[in-house]
C-alpha cells in the first residue's frame, strides 16, 4: 500500500459523509434561502458588477436556469437588474437592501455554526484548514 494510499481514503470517506450531512441539513443550513438562491445572492453581492452570464459560467448552468431563478428572487424583491453603463442589452445585477440584510442572516447563521464546530480548534489549525480547503475546492474547476 503506498504511503498516500491511506490518506486518501479518509479523505474520500470525509466527501461522502460530508456530502450527505449537507444534503441532510441543507434545509436548515441557509435560513429561508434555498441552496440555489444562497448561492446566487453570494455571487451577486461579493463579485463586481455580475450578470447573468458570469452566473451561468461560474456554475455550469444553462442560461436559462438561472434566469428563472434570477426572476423569482427579484420577484421576491431580493435584487434586482440595472443598466449596464456602456452594454444597453446587458443587465447587471444588484442586491436589494432586502436582499442585503438577508444575506448578511444567513451568513451570520452560517458563520455562527462553524464557529461551534471549530471553536475547540487552535487558530493554526483553522487557518491551516482553511487554506487547504479552499485549495482543494479552487483546484476542482
Known sequence: MAARDEPLDVIHEAIILFSRNS??????????????????????????????????????????TVSRQLSQLEEDGLLHRVAHPSRPRTKLLELSDTGRACLA?????????????????????????????????????
Request: cysteine-free.
Open 23 to 64: 444534503r441532510v441539513r441543507a434545509n436548515n443550513m441557509y435560513d429561508e434561502l434555498s441552496f440555489v438562491a444562497y448561492t446566487m445572492l453570494s455571487y451577486v453581492g461579493t463579485v463586481p458588477h455580475p450578470t447573468a452570464s458570469d452566473l451561468a459560467e461560474r456554475y455550469g448552468l444553462e442560461k436559462s
Open 105 to 141: 442572516r444567513v451568513r451570520q447563521h452560517q458563520r455562527k455554526g462553524l464557529e461551534e464546530r471549530l471553536g475547540r480548534w487552535p487558530d493554526e489549525d483553522v487557518e491551516t484548514f482553511s487554506r487547504l480547503l479552499w485549495r482543494f475546492v479552487t483546484e476542482l474547476d
